[in-house]
């Protein structure tokens, strides 16, 4: 096996490991928004679950975005989505508190992961790259045989 070979094969194991463990985090996050899951522990009040005006639809934005990019299913549209998510909740936190926004983070880090991912792209392990045209595919209307 040759050295670039090798390469490519390493690089897009990565890269689709970064795409699930990315999108996964976003949708567990989501779900302890809504309470589905328990918070943790160093979550003490709810500013803390919820920076994002947005409220609850926060939370269901990350859980559907967030599976999109785990599934790698229109990964860039769902990481623009989820990165202006982010940037909303950073700006929104930064001029509450601006001393919070240090204790943040993980939002801080969840939005450069989210920025170098729509970057990158999904990889070629996605659905996107093996089917580009699923979604318009799945929700085609058929014409009515007489």
């Excluded at 096996?1 to 976003?26: D, K, Q």
């Excluded at 990889?123 to 580009?132: C, E, H, I, R, T």
Aim: hydrophobic fraction near 55%; proline fraction near 7%; include cysteine.
């Amino acid at each position: 096996m040759s050295r670039a070979l090798g390469f490519a094969v390493a690089a897009t194991f990565w890269l689709t490991l970064f795409r699930i463990c990315l999108g996964l985090g976003c949708a567990v996050d989501g779900a302890s928004k809504l309470g589905w899951i328990p918070p943790a522990p160093s979550a003490t009040a709810a500013d803390d679950l919820q920076p994002s005006p947005l409220g609850p639809v926060s939370a269901v934005i990350e859980i559907i975005a967030g599976l999109f990019v785990f599934i790698g299913l229109r990964t860039r549209t769902a990481c623009l989505v989820l990165t202006a998510h982010y940037a909303l909740g950073l700006l929104v936190l930064k001029l509450r508190d601006p001393a919070a926004l240090a204790q943040r983070h993980v939002t801080c880090w969840d939005f450069m992961l989210m920025v170098i991912l729509l970057a990158i792209g999904p990889g070629a392990l996605s659905v996107d790259n093996f089917w580009p045209d699923l979604l318009p595919r799945l929700f085609r209307r058929r014409k009515a045989t007489s």
